[in-house]
C-alpha cells in the first residue's frame, strides 16, 4: 500500500511513520523523513512481510526540529495492504505562524495536532533557546517572563502626553513600557494633555511647564486701560493670551446738553464705563436744551411740557405771580436786586440798608428783629412762613444795595458803593467784606461755588471795569481787577455759566446807549466783545458758555447762541425798559419791564410773509415799576421793584 501525505507546518520538522501488522503488534516498521519543509507532500510505500497478514496499522508523528524534538502531531489509521496497492491519503497541518521552527504551545489544537514549544507563536523572537531579555514577554518560553533581569520605574501617563504622573504612588516597575505609562515624570497634572514639563505656558490659569508658576510673563491681575472711560485687569482669553478686560460695565450714555442728568430723547449713546461730559445714562429728555424739562420733572404752567409726558396737563387754574401782603417793611420801599438760593428761599435788597429773608428757620433768631409784620425778640424761635412772609434783615448791612448774590447754602453777597459785604442767614454781616478802590461803583454781581466750597465772585463795575474775588479760607479775600477790552465801557451786569464762562454786559460808552456786550473764560480771558446800537443793556441770564441772554432798554432782548450776538426786539412800547431777565432753556426766557410787566418769550414760528416772535404777558398783580428777577427753576420765581413790590410765581 502507499500513504500520500501532504504537509504544512514547521521547517526541519520530522515526520515518523510506524507500520505494525494486527497479527504481529509487536513488529513495527519505523521510517524518519527529516528536514521537512513548510510545506511538503511526501509518498510512502508499505509492504507488510511474508505471513504478516493484510490488516496493519500506521501511526504518523511530527516532532519539531528534527526526529528527536518534541512530538506535535500525531494520527493512527487501520489499513489494509491489498494488491494492487492501494493509496492512503493523510493531511497532516502543525500551526508555525511566525516561521521559527518552533511549533505553537498555546493551541486550541485539532485534527491532530499537539502542543509545541512557541508559547508566542505570533512573535518570531519568542521560542526556546533565545537569550531572555527584559521587555515583559517570556522570551525562551521557559514560563517567566524576564527572569533574572533588574526592571526599570515607569509614571502613569493617563493623558497619554508621553509625561508621567510625578507622583511616585501612581508609577509601578516593568521590564517594558506598559500601555499608560511613561519614562518621563514631567507631567504635575495627568488629566490635561497639554500640561507637562515641554509644554509652552499659555494664559489659562494653568501651570502648563509644570514650574510651579500660573501664567507668568502675562501678568494676569495688572491693572490696565481698558477704552471706552474702562478701567480693566489683565485677563486671560480664549486663544491664550492676555488681555484687558473690563471691570465695570460697559454702559450707553446719551446727549444731556443741559446738564439735567437726562439724555436727550433718541440721541445716539455713546458707550462708555463711566460718564462721559455732557451725556446721561438714560433718554427720556424731550428738550435737551432745557435742564427743566424731562422726564418725571414738574409740570408746571408755563405752555411747555415739562414732563415729557404729553397726556399730563398744567394745571393753571390758580397760577400767576402773586405779591405778598403782609411784609416788615415801610411802605414804598424799592427793591433792586433779588439773590434765590433754594426754592421758596430768597434775599431781596434796596436802598436804604433794606434786606429782607424769606427762609424756614427751625432754629434760635440771635438778634431782635420782625417777621411777618410783627417783631420777634433776641433768641425766640421763628416757626416758618406763615402765609408767605420774610424776615426783616433790614440794617444789618448798611448801604444802598445795587446787586445780590447768594451761595445755595444762603451766605449772600451785597454790591454797594465800592464795596462787596458778607451776610450770614444768622444775621452776621460782615460790612466791607471786600472793599475796591474809593471810585469805585459795584453795578452787578454773580458768582461760583467751587467743588470745595470755595467761592469766587465776579463784580462789574461801572467804570468798565469787571472783579474777580476770591474768597480765601481765613475768610479774607483776593482781587483780580481787569477791563474787558480798551473800550471805555460802562457796566451794568454779570452772570456765570457755571465755571466754564462769564457773561458781562453794559453800553460802550458812559452815557451812550451803544450795548456792549463780553464773554470770558474763567481766568478772565477776553472769548468775544459784540455791540449793539441804541441801547443799553441792564441785565443778563447765562445757561452755559454757548447760550445766554441780555435785556436792555427800549424792551430789546438778545441772545448769546454758539458765539453769536442777536437781537429778539418786542412789539412793545419804546418808552418801556426791560430791566431782569431770567432765562431757563433756550428760547424760556423771563423778563421784567419798568411798566410793571412779566413778559415770557417763547421763540418764533414760522407764518406767512416771515417768523412771529412769541412773546406773553403774564400780568402780574401791581402797578409798580419792577427792577429785578431771580428764579431756582421755572416754578421758583422772584420779581421785585418799586413801592414794595415783592411777587413769586410757584406757591
Known amino acids: 500500500m502507499k500513504i500520500a501525505v501532504g504537509y504544512t507546518g514547521p521547517r526541519d520538522a520530522c515526520l515518523v511513520v510506524r507500520v505494525a501488522s494486527v497479527s504481529k503488534p509487536s513488529k513495527v516498521e519505523e521510517r524518519r523523513l527529516d528536514k521537512l519543509t513548510a510545506t511538503a507532500n511526501r509518498t510512502i510505500g508499505v509492504i507488510p512481510a511474508d505471513g504478516d497478514g493484510d490488516a496493519l496499522t500506521v501511526e504518523l508523528l511530527v516532532r519539531e526540529r528534527g526526529c528527536e524534538g518534541k512530538q506535535v502531531w500525531r494520527k493512527a489509521l487501520s489499513a489494509t495492504a491489498a494488491r494492487p496497492a492501494a493509496l492512503l491519503e493523510v493531511s497532516i497541518v502543525v500551526r508555525d505562524a511566525d516561521d521559527d521552527t518552533f511549533a505553537d504551545a498555546t493551541g486550541p489544537f485539532t485534527n491532530g495536532q499537539e502542543a509545541g514549544t512557541d508559547c508566542a507563536d505570533e512573535q518570531n ?5 533565545v537569550e531572555e531579555r527584559c521587555n515583559g514577554l517570556d522570551d525562551d518560553c521557559n514560563g517567566v517572563r524576564d527572569d533574572g533581569l533588574p526592571p526599570t520605574f515607569f509614571f502613569a501617563d493617563s493623558d497619554h502626553d508621553g509625561f508621567g504622573d510625578n507622583r511616585l ?57 481698558a477704552g471706552a472711560t474702562c478701567s480693566g485687569t489683565l485677563q486671560c ?32 449713546a455713546v458707550l462708555a464705563c463711566t460718564q462721559p461730559p455732557g451725556r446721561a445714562p438714560s433718554a427720556d429728555d424731550c428738550d435737551d436744551t432745557n435742564r427743566f424739562i424731562h422726564t418725571g420733572a414738574r409740570e408746571v404752567c408755563d405752555g411747555r411740557d415739562d414732563d415729557c409726558d404729553p397726556t399730563t396737563l398744567e394745571t393753571c387754574s390758580d397760577a400767576g405771580f402773586k405779591g405778598f401782603t403782609r411784609f416788615p417793611l415801610p411802605t414804598n420801599a424799592g427793591w433792586n436786586a433779588i439773590a434765590p438760593f433754594g426754592r421758596g428761599f430768597t434775599w431781596v435788597v434796596g436802598d436804604g440798608n433794606q434786606i429782607v429773608l424769606r427762609y424756614f428757620f427751625a432754629a434760635i433768631v440771635p438778634d431782635a428783629g420782625q417777621e411777618d409784620g410783627g417783631e420777634v425778640d433776641a433768641g425766640s424761635v421763628i416757626p416758618g412762613f406763615g402765609d408767605g412772609g420774610f424776615i426783616n434783615y433790614t440794617g444789618k ?34 460790612e466791607g467784606w471786600h472793599k475796591i478802590e474809593p471810585s469805585a461803583e459795584v453795578s452787578g454781581l454773580s458768582g461760583v461755588v467751587a467743588g470745595d466750597g470755595g467761592v469766587t465772585l465776579y463784580a462789574t463795575l461801572r467804570d468798565g471795569r469787571a472783579v474777580q474775588v476770591r474768597e480765601m479760607g481765613d475768610g479774607g479775600a483776593r482781587e483780580r481787577t481787569w477791563a474787558p477790552d480798551a473800550s471805555n465801557a460802562e457796566l451794568y451786569t454779570v452772570t456765570t455759566a457755571g465755571s466754564e464762562a462769564l457773561f458781562v454786559a453794559g453800553t460802550a460808552q458812559p452815557g451812550a446807549s451803544h450795548g456792549y456786550f463780553a464773554r470770558l473764560d474763567r481766568d478772565s480771558t477776553i472769548l468775544s466783545v459784540a455791540g449793539a446800537g441804541q441801547l443799553r443793556v441792564q441785565a443778563s441770564s447765562a445757561l452755559g458758555p454757548s447760550l445766554a441772554y441780555f435785556a436792555g432798554s427800549n424792551n430789546t432782548l438778545f441772545s448769546f447762541e454758539d458765539a453769536g ?28 419791564d419798568t411798566e410793571a410787566r412779566i413778559w415770557r418769550y417763547s421763540g418764533t414760528v414760522q407764518a406767512d410773509g416771515g417768523s412771529i ?21 421755572p416754578d421758583d420765581v422772584w420779581v421785585a421793584g418799586d413801592n414794595n413790590s415783592i411777587l413769586h410765581f410757584g406757591e
Open 613 to 633: 416772535e412769541l412773546w406773553v404777558d403774564l400780568k402780574p398783580s401791581t402797578n409798580s415799576s419792577l427792577r429785578a428777577i431771580g428764579a431756582t427753576a
Open 237 to 268: 482669553t480664549d486663544a491664550g493670551t492676555s488681555a484687558c478686560a473690563r471691570v465695570m460695565p460697559l454702559l450707553g450714555w446719551y446727549p444731556d446738553d443741559d446738564g439735567d442728568g437726562h439724555g436727550l430723547i433718541d440721541g445716539g
Open 169 to 225: 504612588d501612581a508609577g509601578q516597575t516593568a521590564c517594558v513600557l506598559p500601555p499608560g505609562f511613561a519614562t518621563d515624570a514631567g507631567d504635575c497634572d495627568d488629566t490635561r494633555p497639554f500640561v507637562h514639563a515641554a509644554a509652552a505656558e499659555t494664559c489659562d490659569g494653568l501651570d502648563d511647564d509644570c514650574d510651579q508658576q500660573t501664567d507668568e510673563g502675562f501678568f494676569v491681575g495688572d491693572g490696565c486701560d
Open 565 to 592: 450776538y442777536r437781537v429778539l426786539s418786542g412789539p412793545f412800547s419804546a418808552a418801556s425798559h426791560f430791566v431782569g431777565v431770567c432765562a431757563f432753556g433756550l428760547n424760556q426766557v423771563l423778563v421784567v
Open 397 to 430: 448791612c448798611n448801604g444802598n444795595f445795587r446787586a445780590a448774590w447768594a451761595t445755595p447754602q444762603g451766605r449772600v453777597y451785597l454790591g454797594e458803593g465800592n464795596q462787596i459785604d458778607r451776610l450770614e442767614l444768622d444775621a452776621g454781616c460782615l
Open 125 to 129: 523572537a519568542v521560542h526556546p533557546g
